[in-house]
């Protein structure tokens, strides 16, 4: 259902033409989901006159796209079914429900089955791919959607690679944020928070600067916001050329262009319209509350003073209206114009009306929203096709209990029991830092967002090696002159607390899972290694840390965040598990005990802990 909103939120609204590099058609949805009435309990399909086309076809209450001559149905439930339209009749593409999908583009589209498992089929229904979910060596926990002949997917690891309809993956997933290709090139962000551009090949067209954000390409540009002491600054460049069209020196904002034309904000919070070269385009000039907003058929779309204005390319003033509130290109021939009353009227580019009544569009979405958008909501295709993704809830429980758990018996956990010293913990889990997303934006999808930012690299925690030892506490010690020097007190684990029992240690398994492991002893972890000070007073001093290899295990937990995968059927493989090793369930205590020793074990649908007793 999450997903479901978010598609409702962003994308229910969208009517455009197609801005990939394939074959083309004038608008996005094939037809317009609309309700006749308010009240209505069913959703009808008009086309882009206002003819109807299919009438009370789908429940109010479902989501309604339909591409490629394809209608996608999300239902309330989070189900996703497959339509066509038949001798004006709707027939099923596929006879069943999918337990999640995406739209067609560009011939294909991505489901996932009852087990979680990701396929790609085409508009005959027919499989291409019939595991999404694994490709190679990689195991995929994301994918986008098919556009400009690629699709962007995210591995276990967290990385973002490109792979095309055969199953080939074209680029590795080296990246830690990606966005669709678009007319051959995408932006990318790898794990030390750069930014680039790349084109299919994966080759690096343009590579970012620090402390700049950067917006989505059109055609060769791209808008960026860079600081300016206490303020922040637009400008515009041709990341082919590496030329600034605009410098940034004067405009609050710059939108995303579009065909050549540009909505631009300047210091006084006030918007105009520049062309690709940033000269004022006729009458357009920075006086609007809004963006205007360029369509591909040559209209530019304003409002002021409480009138949506239409005009042509020039600036030239076309039409005035009073009786709509916001004003949106369709393609190259139609407008959509809603009114006061929420409904909308479908007008050709001259502003006289084409459709015979007004409807209601069948979807959630706020109007004024539209306006603060930074691109054409409606038109640019191959920004927004970055919103439709799909998760894969497909899992080996075999490959990621064997990452995790290793095994399970009556006295040992993970190759741990209560006989194992600090020392051995160290080498069978050495450590790692907990290490968060680099995404400098994002959603909690780990989708996309408009918004690239390049930061300072993120530092990577220092891990403990014999051969570069880590240091702290100075000690004080003379050299062959007797002249005092000071030296670091040698510490081989500066991750122990040396007023600390307990030892953590990180992991991410397979399927993108975030394991914690963490060890309680009966003694402090970490002890000092003392010697006198042999210049000024007999004191001790710290020279050094070594391992207390006296503490005794005393628990040891496995903590792990499962993200997409069900956590029921995990628990309940997990309770198979432990009942084989010898464990048996006190329903009573909600614990597990066994006849060979006091241990006992608790499992929740997250962590596993083991309690030695002997």
């Given at each position: ?5 978010k598609?409702?939120l ?21 037809y ?6 308010s ?50 009749k ?53 994918t ?11 591995t ?44 299919k ?5 343009f ?33 082919k ?16 262009p ?29 006086k ?8 591909i ?5 304003a ?36 009114r ?16 015979k ?13 539209l ?21 894969s ?35 069978k ?28 690299g ?25 002249n ?24 991410t ?36 840390y ?11 937990s ?20 432990i ?36």
């Amino acid at each position: 259902m999450k997903n479901l909103k978010k598609i409702t939120l962003f994308l229910t609204i969208i009517l455009m033409i197609v801005s990939c590099g394939v074959k083309q058609k004038e608008y996005f949805y094939d037809y317009i989901p609309v309700k006749l009435k308010s009240d209505d309990k069913k959703i009808s399909l008009i086309d882009y006159d206002g003819n109807l086309i299919l009438e009370d076809e789908f429940d109010a209450t479902s989501t309604i796209i339909p591409t490629e001559d394809v209608i996608t149905e999300f239902k309330r439930d989070g189900k996703v079914r497959y339509w066509q339209i038949v001798d004006k009749k709707l027939k099923p593409l596929v006879d069943m429900d999918y337990n999640g999908g995406t739209p067609f583009f560009e011939g294909v589209a991505i489901v996932r089955d009852e087990k979680g498992l990701l396929s790609l089929i085409n508009t005959n229904g027919e499989t291409l791919i019939p595991n999404l979910s694994n490709i190679g060596e990689y195991q995929i926990v994301v994918t986008g959607v098919m556009s400009d002949g690629l699709i962007r997917f995210k591995t276990s690891e967290g990385l973002w690679g490109y792979l095309n309809k055969s199953g080939e993956i074209k680029i590795k997933p080296t990246y830690t944020v990606s966005e669709n290709f678009v007319n051959g090139y995408a932006r990318v962000m790898t794990s030390d928070n750069s930014f680039s551009v790349i084109d299919k090949k994966g080759e690096i067209i343009f590579k970012g600067d620090e402390d700049i954000t950067y917006y989505p390409i059109s055609e060769s540009y791209m808008s960026f916001k860079k600081k300016n002491g206490n303020e922040y600054l637009s400008g515009l460049i041709d990341f082919k050329s590496k030329e600034k069209i605009i410098k940034d020196s004067k405009y609050e904002t710059i939108n995303v262009p579009y065909n050549g034309y540009i909505s631009v904000k300047n210091q006084d919070d006030e918007w105009g319209m520049l062309n690709s070269k940033g000269e004022i385009i006729g009458d357009l000039r920075f006086k609007y509350e809004r963006a205007p907003v360029y369509s591909i058929s040559g209209s530019i779309i304003a409002k002021e003073d409480k009138k949506i204005k239409i005009f042509n390319n020039k600036g030239e003033l076309i039409k005035s209206f009073d009786d709509y509130t916001t004003i949106y290109p369709m393609g190259k021939k139609r407008l959509f114009a809603w009114r006061k009353n929420g409904k909308f009227d479908i007008l050709d580019n001259d502003g006289k009306e084409v459709s015979k009544e007004s409807y209601i569009f069948a979807g959630i979405f706020n109007v004024d929203r539209l306006y603060n958008e930074m691109f054409s909501t409606f038109e640019q295709t191959g920004i927004v096709k970055n919103y439709f993704s799909i998760k894969s809830k497909y899992f080996e429980f075999e490959k990621n209990y064997s990452s995790i758990f290793k095994n399970i018996s009556t006295d040992d956990l993970a190759s741990i029991n209560s006989s194992t010293s600090i020392e051995q913990v160290l080498g069978k889990f050495p450590f790692k830092s907990y290490i968060g997303s680099t995404r400098s934006s994002s959603n909690s999808d780990d989708n996309y967002s408009l918004s690239f930012t390049v930061t300072l690299g993120k530092s990577t925690a220092t891990q403990s090696s014999n051969n570069a030892p880590l240091v702290d506490t100075a000690a004080v010690v003379t050299n062959e002159n007797n002249n005092v020097q000071p030296q670091k007190a040698i510490d081989n684990y500066p991750y122990l607390n040396t007023y600390s029992s307990q030892y953590k240690t990180y992991l991410t398994a397979s399927n993108g899972i975030n394991v914690t492991y963490t060890f309680n002893f009966d003694q402090n972890l970490k002890t000092e290694v003392l010697g006198k000070d042999p210049v000024f007073t007999e004191e001790e001093t710290t020279v050094g840390y070594e391992l207390n290899k006296e503490g005794k295990l005393i628990s040891f937990s496995i903590d792990y965040s499962l993200g997409e995968i069900d956590t029921k059927i995990f628990y309940d493989n997990m309770v198979k598990k432990i009942t084989e090793a010898g464990w048996i369930k006190d329903e009573a205590k909600n614990y597990f005990i066994n006849s060979k020793n006091q241990n006992k074990l608790v499992l929740s649908n997250s962590q596993i802990t083991i309690f030695y007793f002997n």
